[in-house]
């Protein structure tokens, strides 16, 4: 039985929680996918953002009637 | 001589006005081309010849009663297959809708047909708008005229394709980070990706609904304007639909760019990736600029990876959310490449979409800071980092290795062109990107239209 790696096996766990079949797909590629994503979502720069900005989408001007 | 079926449709809208020829003429020589070139380059997904010619025969009528409908009226338009087209199939490219039949249309599609355009069928998208090209989707990708080895682009891909063969002169794709602008660049069209909010997205089937966008591809960027004149418009039904709209733009197109400031984005010019020819083509570009009487001045953006990382975390969190029953309950039957990449949404923790929308609104600051402090109309930078890649080369994720140089205009909403500039060494087209102000879509497309004028010999449609 082949082992997964320890990597592989963290996503693996998140997949379960996720509800994702993670045999339905290539478990190495998808590992190594998602440690890029996360690099590279480290290297975004929103420091100079307040803590206090708001992120929601919302817009009540929308309905206000 | 050139044939009818490959005019640009403003031609054919000026022979229309004058009785030159009928729609039920042109309809019918086109689908005569549809009928010689689809079962080899797999453009259209869906034909509807007969709804063609009742349209086009309607058509007819109202120019014979001197009571055209708009400059479009009797001219023959084909839909991405993502767009829903009440009682006729949508299948955005998933054999999970093998069956799907809308009961509504498109807001996009209602405006056209309100204007007479003429619907000849449903054009090939890569699967959920994200997975080309899967050797086992339930429709087989469409191939590129220039080189079928190489990738079309997407996931607006059939209509790339069938513009570029001649099998329409208009058609209407999606863009969520670039899908009308990667395909018009490697099959060598135009194509707009409007600003956001300028085109409704009612009935188009989503694929990140923040980032979403609809807009018009044909062979010159004078057609798109004629397209994007008659889809535009606010849809009180549409949530991200904008109150604030824009004047008709193909009436004021103009041959020259005086006064007109560009701002040549050196950094992503130079950026990873960026082949000496994609590179050497938009300089080329701008020495055109030049000669029409634009200035052109030198800028630099934010690193191109941060706009691309930034749409891709909100793009793939927006889908898997879209799609997680799909993806929790029928995984295994959808395509390999779209299950990996809509799959990916699925590990994107809350903290992570929320960094990326903030980052999305620090780059979209930055980039109207830049544009203001510079008095910048445009901002000018290749269409694609360079020639398509072989289809057999293409893995689920190699939109990790490079940035996307289509992203910045997604994330930042504002309108963005992709406009054909000549050849590689290989024989692919080649392009490069005019990116406007908010709501500016009329001077993209003004100075997109003023490079086509000058450059005709860069227009090639594959026989």
Same mark, same amino acid.
């Given at each position: 039985?082949?082992?997964?790696?320890?990597?592989?096996?963290?996503?693996?766990?998140?997949?379960?929680?996720?509800?994702?079949?993670?045999?339905?797909?290539?478990?190495?590629? =998808?590992? =190594?996918?998602?440690?890029?994503?996360?690099?590279?979502?480290?290297?975004?720069? =929103?420091?100079?953002?307040?803590?206090?900005?708001?992120?929601?989408?919302?817009?009540?001007?929308?309905?206000?009637? | 001589?050139?044939?009818?079926?490959?005019?640009?449709?403003?031609?054919?809208?000026?022979?229309?006005?004058?009785?030159?020829?009928?729609?039920?003429?042109?309809?019918?020589?086109? @689908?005569?081309?549809?009928?010689?070139?689809? +079962?080899?380059? #797999?453009?259209?997904?869906?034909?509807?010849?007969?709804?063609?010619?009742?349209?086009?025969?309607?058509?007819?009528?109202?120019?014979?009663?001197?009571?055209?409908?708009?400059?479009?009226?009797?001219?023959?338009?084909?839909?991405?297959?993502?767009?829903?087209?009440?009682?006729?199939?949508?299948?955005?490219?998933?054999?999970?809708? !093998?069956?799907?039949?809308?009961?509504?249309?498109?807001?996009?599609?209602?405006?056209?047909?309100?204007?007479?355009?003429?619907?000849?069928?449903?054009?090939?998208?890569?699967?959920?708008?994200?997975?080309?090209?899967?050797?086992?989707?339930?429709?087989?990708?469409?191939?590129?005229?220039?080189?079928?080895? #190489?990738?079309?682009?997407?996931? /607006?891909?059939?209509?790339?394709?069938?513009?570029?063969?001649?099998?329409?002169?208009?058609?209407?794709?999606?863009?969520?980070?670039?899908? @009308?602008?990667?395909?018009?660049?490697?099959?060598?069209?135009?194509?707009?990706?409007? &600003?956001?909010?300028?085109?409704?997205?009612?009935?188009?089937?989503?694929?990140?609904?923040?980032?979403?966008?609809?807009?018009?591809?044909?062979? &010159?960027?004078?057609?798109?304007?004629?397209?994007?004149?008659?889809?535009?418009?606010?849809?009180?039904? +549409?949530?991200?639909?904008?109150?604030?709209?824009? !004047?008709?733009?193909?009436? &004021?197109?103009?041959?020259?760019?005086?006064?007109?400031?560009?701002?040549?984005?050196?950094?992503?010019?130079?950026?990873?990736?960026? &082949?000496?020819?994609?590179?050497?083509?938009?300089?080329?570009?701008?020495?055109?600029?030049?000669?029409?009487?634009?200035?052109?001045?030198?800028?630099?953006?934010?690193?191109?990876?941060?706009?691309?990382?930034? !749409?891709?975390?909100?793009?793939?969190?927006?889908?898997?959310?879209?799609?997680?029953?799909?993806?929790?309950? !029928?995984?295994?039957?959808? /395509?390999?490449?779209?299950?990996?990449?809509?799959?990916?949404?699925?590990?994107?923790?809350?903290?992570?979409?929320?960094?990326?929308?903030?980052? #999305?609104?620090?780059?979209?600051?930055?980039?109207?800071?830049?544009?203001?402090?510079?008095?910048?109309?445009?901002?000018?930078?290749?269409?694609?980092?360079?020639?398509?890649?072989?289809?057999?080369?293409?893995?689920?994720?190699?939109?990790?290795?490079?940035?996307?140089?289509?992203?910045?205009?997604?994330?930042?909403?504002?309108?963005?062109?992709?406009?054909?500039?000549?050849?590689?060494?290989?024989?692919?087209?080649?392009?490069? +990107?005019?990116?406007?102000?908010?709501?500016?879509?009329?001077?993209?497309?003004?100075?997109?239209?003023?490079?086509?004028?000058?450059?005709?010999?860069?227009?090639?449609?594959?026989?």
């Amino acid at each position: 039985m082949t082992k997964a790696k320890p990597k592989e096996n963290r996503w693996r766990q998140a997949a379960l929680y996720a509800g994702i079949d993670w045999n339905s797909l290539d478990g190495e590629k =998808v590992a =190594v996918a998602l440690d890029r994503l996360e690099f590279l979502t480290e290297k975004l720069d =929103v420091d100079a953002i307040s803590q206090t900005e708001q992120a929601s989408i919302f817009d009540a001007e929308r309905f206000a009637k | 001589m050139t044939c009818i079926t490959s005019l640009s449709v403003y031609e054919m809208s000026d022979m229309l006005e004058s009785g030159k020829v009928s729609s039920v003429e042109l309809t019918k020589d086109l @689908i005569k081309v549809i009928e010689k070139k689809n +079962q080899y380059y #797999r453009a259209f997904l869906t034909l509807t010849f007969e709804t063609a010619i009742e349209q086009a025969t309607a058509a007819d009528k109202r120019r014979s009663e001197g009571r055209r409908a708009s400059p479009i009226d009797g001219i023959a338009v084909a839909l991405k297959d993502a767009y829903d087209t009440k009682d006729i199939r949508t299948t955005v490219g998933s054999g999970l809708f !093998n069956t799907r039949i809308p009961k509504y249309d498109s807001a996009v599609w209602e405006k056209l047909k309100d204007a007479g355009a003429v619907l000849l069928g449903k054009l090939e998208c890569t699967e959920f708008c994200l997975g080309g090209p899967s050797f086992d989707a339930a429709y087989p990708y469409a191939l590129n005229p220039h080189d079928t080895q #190489r990738y079309t682009g997407g996931s /607006s891909s059939g209509a790339g394709v069938a513009l570029a063969t001649g099998m329409c002169p208009a058609a209407l794709g999606s863009d969520t980070g670039g899908s @009308i602008r990667i395909p018009a660049a490697f099959c060598g069209v135009a194509g707009i990706k409007p &600003t956001y909010g300028l085109v409704s997205l009612r009935g188009l089937f989503p694929l990140s609904g923040s980032l979403d966008h609809a807009g018009p591809m044909a062979r &010159t960027s004078r057609d798109c304007a004629m397209l994007l004149d008659v889809i535009a418009g606010y849809d009180k039904h +549409q949530p991200t639909s904008s109150v604030r709209q824009i !004047n008709p733009i193909a009436p &004021t197109l103009k041959e020259n760019c005086k006064g007109l400031v560009i701002g040549y984005v050196t950094n992503f010019s130079t950026a990873e990736g960026v &082949t000496h020819e994609s590179r050497q083509a938009c300089e080329n570009a701008l020495g055109v600029y030049s000669d029409l009487g634009a200035e052109i001045r030198n800028v630099s953006l934010p690193d191109l990876w941060e706009y691309t990382i930034a !749409n891709t975390v909100i793009m793939t969190a927006e889908a898997f959310a879209i799609h997680a029953e799909r993806f929790r309950n !029928n995984l295994g039957k959808i /395509s390999y490449l779209t299950r990996h990449r809509i799959a990916l949404g699925a590990f994107i923790r809350a903290e992570t979409y929320i960094k990326a929308q903030k980052a #999305r609104r620090k780059l979209t600051h930055i980039t109207s800071e830049v544009m203001s402090a510079n008095g910048l109309d445009l901002l000018c930078y290749p269409g694609m980092l360079g020639d398509p890649a072989k289809v057999d080369e293409i893995t689920p994720y190699y939109y990790l290795d490079l940035p996307l140089i289509t992203a910045p205009a997604n994330l930042t909403g504002m309108p963005a062109s992709s406009v054909r500039a000549g050849f590689s060494e290989a024989g692919m087209p080649m392009a490069f +990107q005019l990116t406007g102000k908010l709501f500016d879509d009329g001077i993209v497309l003004n100075a997109a239209h003023a490079y086509e004028t000058a450059t005709p010999e860069y227009t090639r449609i594959v026989s």
